[in-house]
């Protein structure tokens, strides 16, 4: 804040005073001048007087101003960012859907004195529950998740794509130290498919999860990536941007089983770039999209780099969905990509510690959850013999 002084009004009145008084001086040392008494005298002294008046006014004002902008400099400084709005001195009132904490700020002395208002980027409440602290239960549970019932399964495949540097390695090396219980170095990948880097999620004995992972670097035919989805290439064939595999190759598989085919496409996306990514980049990966909903492959968002994206999150990954900032890019992702907001998910990958972090671990494993659960819902109505779907279409059928 800044409230201007009121000393260089003081100097000027005081000039005047002096100045006055100087010719008052001068006249009483004149014999003329006191031979001839005139009425300046007394005008003299009468705007001596108001001037002395209202520099005593000003002073006053001033004084007045000073104390009432310090008061308020200790009142907001003594509440935290994330006080109750009605707590605060001056609070701007609440308006349904938006940032609640704001705090008026008096700028300038006197009547025409400006005021700003400084909206905070926090939300009063959180739009999304997560059960802090809660991370090594939450591993257990996933750790059963990753075990399909079904014997012709043998694990669980899901398809990561995404724009370069989107931090699709980062998201998948974070699982996985989530599982081994400590920081992993990056993932050990399967070369046998060159376009797609196959990651095994794993804990201390058996492996839990494959998640196929496409390489940014390597063009792959559209219709190749259909193929992918469905199962139909086997690992080791060398993909070639101009041409499809062909239903002639050793490679292609015309009868895939249900273990062989995708069971979730995940698009990972960077919160703190979701804005300045091209429009192709967007087009690319909705193709994909489009195709896996065509086979009714069940598909989430991932939003990366979210402590990037809010300064409020990179203080404290607890505020995440109290953040402004983030639902803006979560929606931002939901109108460019397409997919609801329910299917978006914001993370924070491991990327510089040494250490693991358990608010981190529930974030990422919030992420997990829905991907595993639609996963092991698209095994189960896909898998051989009679389900729900199947028992539909033969009852109606009838």
């Known amino acids: 804040m800044y409230v201007e002084s009121c000393k260089p009004h003081h100097v000027l009145f005081t000039c005047i005073i002096q100045h006055k008084q100087i010719e008052m001086q001068n006249q009483s040392s004149d014999p003329d001048s006191q031979s001839e008494p005139s009425s300046s005298h007394k005008v003299t002294a009468e705007e001596s007087d108001i001037l002395i008046e209202k520099e005593d006014e000003e002073e006053e004002d001033a004084k007045n101003q000073e104390a009432s902008e310090a008061d308020m400099r200790d009142v907001a400084e003594s509440k935290p960012l994330d006080s109750d709005p009605d707590d605060l001195p001056s609070a701007v009132p609440a308006q349904p859907g938006t940032p609640v904490l704001a705090i008026k700020e008096v700028v300038g002395p006197g009547p025409g004195r400006q005021t700003m208002t400084k909206t905070l980027t926090l939300m009063e409440k959180p739009w999304r529950d997560i059960h802090w602290g809660q991370d090594r239960l939450m591993t257990k549970r996933m750790e059963k998740k990753m075990i399909e019932k079904n014997p012709d399964v043998e694990h669980l495949r899901i398809l990561v794509h995404g724009p370069v540097g989107a931090g699709k390695s980062s998201f998948i090396n974070s699982i996985n130290s989530i599982f081994q219980r400590r920081m992993t170095q990056a993932l050990k990948t399967d070369h046998s498919f060159p376009e797609f880097k196959i990651h095994k999620i794993r804990d201390d004995t058996t492996t839990k999860c494959l998640l196929l992972e496409k390489r940014d670097s390597e063009e792959v035919h559209p219709e190749d990536i259909i193929k992918v989805l469905r199962g139909q290439i086997k690992f080791g064939y060398k993909f070639n941007p101009t041409s499809s595999c062909s239903d002639t190759d050793p490679n292609f ?104 972090n358990p608010d981190v671990n529930m974030l990422l494993l919030s992420a997990l959850k829905p991907i595993l659960n639609h996963a092991n819902d698209y095994v189960e109505d896909n898998k051989p013999g009679w389900s729900v779907f199947s028992f539909l279409s033969w009852f109606f059928g009838q």
Do not use: W
């Open 253 to 356: 598989v015309s009868n895939p089983t249900l273990s062989n085919t995708i069971h979730c496409l995940v698009s990972v996306v960077p919160a703190d770039r979701v804005t300045l990514m091209e429009d192709d980049d967007f087009e690319k990966m909705k193709l994909i999209r489009q195709q896996a909903s065509e086979m009714g492959i069940p598909q989430l968002i991932i939003l990366t780099k979210v402590d990037l994206a809010c300064p409020e999150v990179q203080k404290n990954i607890k505020k995440i969905y109290r953040s402004k900032k983030i639902k803006e890019k979560m929606q931002e992702c939901s109108n460019r990509l397409g997919g609801h907001m329910t299917d978006i998910f914001p993370v924070r990958n491991y990327h510089e510690e040494i250490d693991m």
